[in-house]
């Protein structure tokens, strides 16, 4: 085989098994448990299939060329067909990955919040938070039950797409919380301890985004926590809506 060939190989089945086998072996020496090893690659190939699903229907709108209409008839049909098949393939990888938990409820209910789903929410949240101000002193493991609290409003279909929800919201809503932070957070005159102290950590951006679309679902789980109502209450008004 030469190596323009070789640069055109695919992965065998085979290959693909191997390493996920590995990645699974390697996490589980880290530590991480059997099964959040296995929704975390399940999210990944889900993701894969997702993008590629994206890019084939961009990609199958027009055909190339000029080459009359039963041929652009042709490719219009068969491109759809392939979109399709993909779609359907990243739906079922989504299910698969989100189920990944065998003692899980349904997808669509709302299970027990488990480790790896918030550190997947600290990956998320934290850049977001560092684009509008700085990291501050707040104790971590207060933030670890008040991300809990957050996720505890979703499903876990959610939970799995919450990064791209999350980075949605910020984009939405930048001025609104660049003025936010420079009023109220870290560098401004409010300090620390109080009841805008949750303005201060990086959950607050999450909780943000639970009051805007999950209100009712936030106060049951953070009176579930047993989390502060001052820091919800500091965090309601400064963001502008009633309590």
């Known amino acids: ?18 390493a996920k086998r590995t990645l699974l072996q390697l996490l589980a020496r880290a530590g991480v448990f059997s099964g959040d ?17 994206k890019e084939v229907s961009t990609v199958g ?24 098949r993909l779609g359907d393939l990243a739906e079922r990888a989504l299910q698969d990955a989100v189920a990944a938990d065998p003692s899980a409820p349904a997808p669509e209910a709302r299970p027990s919040v488990r480790r790896m789903q918030v550190e997947r929410a600290k990956v998320a949240v934290m850049p977001l938070y560092l684009s509008f101000t700085t ?14 609290a957050v996720l505890g409003t979703m499903s876990s ?41 949750l303005i201060h950590s990086p959950t ?27 820091w919800l209450e500091g965090l309601t008004t400064a963001w502008g809506s009633p309590v």
Do not use: C
């Open 37 to 53: 090893a296995e929704e975390l690659i399940g999210l990944v190939e889900a993701g894969a299939l997702a993008l590629a699903h």
């Open 61 to 84: 709108r027009s055909a190339p060329g000029v080459k009359g209409e039963l041929y652009e008839s042709g490719w219009l049909d068969g491109t759809q067909a392939v979109t399709d």
């Open 135 to 148: 990291v501050s002193d707040l104790d971590p493991e207060v933030s670890e039950q008040v991300l809990t």
């Open 204 to 230: 607050s951006l999450a909780v943000l985004e639970r009051l805007v679309t999950a209100p009712s679902e936030l106060r049951e789980e953070w009176d579930a926590a047993e989390l502060p109502p001052a």
């Open 157 to 197: 279909r959610q939970r799995a797409g919450y990064a791209g929800r999350l980075a949605q919201f910020v984009s939405a809503n930048r001025a609104r919380l660049e003025r936010l932070y420079a009023e109220y957070g870290p560098g401004s005159t409010i300090a620390i301890h109080g009841r805008y102290s």
């Open 1 to 18: 085989m030469d190596a323009a060939e070789d640069g055109r190989q695919q992965l065998d089945e085979v290959s693909v098994i191997n």
